[in-house]
C-alpha cells in the first residue's frame, strides 16, 4: 500500500491582498500527476485545508473539483481529510454525504463521549489500514479529559484523546493492518515558521510531546508545522509542510508530499519506507535586501540590477528598509527602481534596529500584522511603549492573553 501524505493547503489564502488560486490550481495538477505516476493507494491531508473558517466558494469548489478529478484519474484512490485551527469543522463536514461518493471521509471534530468516530476502518482492494484521523483539538473538545489535581491541563486532554481513540483502533485491528495517526498540532520539537504559524496556545501549553501518538502508529501523518520535517528523530513521524511558500520565511523552504510505502515481511512485520517528493513552485518569493538592511541607494540598485527572466510566473517581491533611514522620499524611489519589472509587489517592511541583540519591525501594511502571533504583538507593544522600554511582559499579562486566545479559538474565530 502506498500513502501520500501532504497538508496546509491554506486555499483561499490572500498573499498580502495577491490571490493564489491559480498557484493552488498549478500544485493540483502535479498532485494529480504525482497520484497516478506513484501508483498512490490513499491520500491524507493533515488539516488546514482552507486558510480561513469561511472561505470563499471558488475555494470551496476548486477542493471538490480536485476530489472529482484524483477520482476519475485515480479510480480505487481513498481520501482521508481532517481539520485544522484554520478550518471551520461544520463548513469541512457539511459535504461529507456527497464526498463519500468519491471514496472520501473528512473528520472535522473529535468527541470525548465517542472517541470512535475519529477511527476510520479502511478495507477494500487497495487499501487495508485503521487510521485514527483526529482532527485539531479545541480546549472545548477535551475539556472533560483535561482536568487533574493541579488543575487543567490541555496537553493531558490531548494525550487522553489520542489514547481512548488508538484503543479503538487497536481492538479489531489485526496483526497485519497497518496503523495510521493523523493529527494537526504542535509537537514538541517541531521547527515553526516564524510568521504565517499561528501557536496553538490554550492553557500555556504550545506543544505536545510525540508519545502521544503510542508506540503502535506505523506512520503518523502530521499538519500545522509548515515546514516539512521528521518528530522526535522518527522517519515515520512527519509534517509533510505546505505546497508552498505561505510568508516570506519559509521562502526556502523545500516544499515536498511525503510517500510512506508499506509492506508486510513473511513474520507479518509491517515495514514503512518514507521518500519526499519535491514539489515545483510556479511563483518565487523574493525578500531584498536578504542579509541586514542596506542603505536606500543601495537598496535601490538592487532592485534595478534584479533579473527576472529566469521566472515564468511574476514573483513576489518584498523589500525591507532600515526605519532610521530618513528619506521621505523612499516609497518614490524603490517604485522607480521597479519600473518596467513585473513582479507581484508586497509592501515595504521598515525595520527598526535597537541593538545589536534586537530588532523589532515595523509593519506598514496590515496584512503583515494579521500573520503574526498575538504575543508576538504584545511584546512589540511593550518595546515600543516609552513608558515600559526594555521591560519583559509580565506573566500575569500573558496568562490573560492566553486565556482570550483559547476563547477566541473555542468559539472559532481564531
Not at 108 to 121: E, I, S
Not at 352 to 372: P, Y
Not at 377 to 390: H, I, P, R, T, V
Request: with cysteine; glycine share 4%.
Amino acid at each position: 500500500m502506498k500513502v501520500l501524505h501532504t497538508s496546509d493547503w491554506h486555499l483561499g489564502q490572500q498573499f498580502y491582498e495577491h490571490n493564489r488560486c491559480q498557484e493552488h490550481q498549478v500544485f493540483f495538477s502535479w498532485l494529480i500527476d504525482t497520484l497516478v505516476t506513484q501508483q498512490i493507494d490513499l491520500l491524507l491531508v493533515a488539516g488546514d485545508i482552507y486558510h480561513t473558517a469561511t472561505p470563499p466558494a471558488s475555494s470551496e469548489n476548486q477542493l471538490y473539483q480536485f476530489i472529482k478529478d484524483a477520482k476519475k484519474h485515480c479510480p480505487t484512490l481513498q481520501i482521508v481529510l481532517i481539520g485544522g485551527n484554520h478550518d471551520s469543522a461544520n463548513r469541512i463536514m457539511a459535504a461529507q454525504p456527497l464526498l463519500a461518493q468519491f471514496d472520501t471521509q473528512v473528520v472535522g471534530r473529535f468527541d470525548a463521549n465517542n472517541p470512535a468516530d475519529v477511527v476510520l476502518r479502511l478495507n477494500s482492494n487497495s487499501v487495508t489500514a485503521h487510521i485514527v484521523a483526529m482532527p485539531f483539538l479545541r480546549a472545548s473538545d477535551v475539556s472533560s479529559l483535561s482536568h487533574t489535581e493541579n488543575g487543567y491541563d490541555y496537553a493531558q486532554g490531548i494525550a487522553k484523546a489520542y489514547q481512548l481513540s488508538i484503543e479503538h483502533a487497536l481492538s479489531d485491528k489485526p496483526a497485519t493492518t497497518p496503523l495510521i495517526v493523523m493529527g494537526h498540532l504542535h509537537a514538541k520539537g517541531g521547527d515553526i515558521s516564524s510568521d504565517s504559524e499561528r501557536n496553538l496556545v490554550i492553557g500555556g501549553e504550545e506543544s505536545v510531546t510525540a508519545h502521544v501518538f503510542s508506540k503502535h502508529a506505523n506512520y503518523v501523518a502530521l499538519g500545522h508545522l509548515h515546514k516539512a520535517q521528521i518528530v522526535a528523530q522518527s522517519d515515520t513521524i512527519r509534517y509533510s509542510g505546505t505546497p508552498m511558500p505561505m510568508s516570506f520565511s519559509e521562502r526556502n523552504y523545500k516544499h515536498q508530499v511525503c510517500v510512506a510505502e508499506f509492506t508486510t515481511t513473511t513474520d507479518d512485520t509491517i515495514t514503512v519506507t518514507v521518500t519526499p517528493l519535491y514539489i515545483p513552485r510556479p511563483t518565487e518569493v523574493i525578500l531584498l535586501p536578504e542579509g541586514e538592511c542596506v542603505p536606500l541607494e543601495q537598496l535601490c540598485q538592487q532592485l534595478s540590477s534584479l533579473d527576472l527572466s529566469q521566472y515564468s510566473q511574476a514573483p513576489y517581491l518584498r523589500v525591507k528598509l532600515s526605519a532610521g533611514d530618513t528619506d521621505t522620499t523612499f516609497r518614490e524611489q524603490i517604485e522607480q527602481a521597479l519600473e518596467n519589472k513585473e513582479v507581484r509587489f508586497c509592501g515595504i517592511e521598515r525595520v527598526r534596529q535597537q541593538n545589536k541583540e534586537q530588532r523589532l519591525t515595523v509593519f506598514e501594511d496590515l496584512s503583515q500584522v494579521e500573520m503574526l502571533n498575538p504575543h508576538m504583538l504584545l511584546e512589540q507593544a511593550f518595546a515600543n511603549n516609552k513608558d515600559m522600554a526594555g521591560q519583559t511582559v509580565p506573566d500575569e499579562l500573558k496568562a490573560l492573553l492566553n486565556d482570550v486566545i483559547s476563547e477566541l479559538a473555542e468559539q472559532e474565530q481564531l
